[in-house]
T-cell receptor, first 114, second 112 residues
Framework: DARVTQTPRDKVTEMGQEVTMRCQPI?????VFWYRQTMMQGLELLAY????????DSGMPKDRFSAEMPDATLATLKIQPSEPRDSAVYFC????????????FGPGTRLLVL | GENVEQHPSTLSVQEGDSAVIKCTYS??????FPWYKQELGKGPQLIID?????GEKKDQRIAVTLNKTAKHFSLHITETQPEDSAVYFC???????????FGKGTRLSVIA
């Protein structure tokens, strides 16, 4: 049963610290998405990659967020420095269609910045 | 770009009753409309989808209808059960090379 995995599942950190979230997409999927979920904003698309190339990161605060795909099996989302307003659940999703149709979501990383 | 409006934001129904969630989209070129269910503590999971060449699709107790003229689509859950309680997201895909655009979600509570 192929699944998207995310680590860590929970992260508590202090303001100003660096946070790195990792995602392993389903093997063979060529599209990876990063979303942020808060009560107020629903699912916000932060960035997405196709064949490891970043296609759009306009939803991401550029000064503190960065997203990369070092290889086809790993996607990372980094926040430096973190702020309390970054507290949210961060989801990674992957898809095998170049059209970006069906997305398979991971379990999320719940981030709390104090 | 595409915009998806979803209503209501919260919905409570008695067990056994039906639930309907509605979404409207802005781009008439959108051609794919999935629905995702998010249970507590989990990521959203696809439950049903419909393409623009079909008006209705059904899978057991869930069905989705699409009105292309009015640019809206709906999720219907019949004979609701407590395990249907979750957040439901609609989404739309424009035919261009862009990702899904999600609605804000509907929190459905099925009261036993």
């Amino acid at each position: 049963d192929a699944r998207v995995t995310q680590t860590p599942r929970d992260k508590v950190t202090e303001m100003g610290q660096e946070v790195t979230m990792r995602c392993q997409p389903i093997l063979g999927h060529n599209t990876v998405f990063w979303y942020r979920q808060t009560m107020m904003q629903g699912l916000e698309l932060l960035a997405y990659f196709r064949n490891r190339a970043p296609l759009d990161d306009s939803g991401m605060p550029k000064d503190r967020f960065s997203a990369e795909m070092p290889d086809a099996t790993l996607a990372t989302l980094k926040i430096q420095p973190s702020e309390p307003r970054d507290s949210a659940v961060y989801f990674c999703a992957s898809g095998r269609d170049s059209s970006g149709e069906t997305q398979y979501f991971g379990p999320g990383t719940r981030l709390l910045v104090l | 770009g595409e915009n998806v409006e979803q209503h209501p934001s919260t919905l409570s129904v008695q067990e056994g009753d039906s639930a309907v969630i509605k979404c409207t989209y802005s781009d008439s070129a959108s051609n794919y409309f999935p629905w995702y269910k998010q249970e507590l503590g989990k990521g959203p999971q696809l439950i049903i989808d419909i393409r623009s060449n079909v008006g209705e699709k059904k899978d057991q107790r869930i069905a989705v209808t699409l009105n292309k003229t009015a640019k809206h689509f709906s999720l219907h859950i019949t004979e609701t059960q407590p395990e249907d309680s979750a957040v439901y997201f609609c989404a739309a895909l424009y035919s261009g090379n862009t990702p899904l655009v999600f609605g804000k979600g509907t929190r459905l509570s099925v009261i036993a």
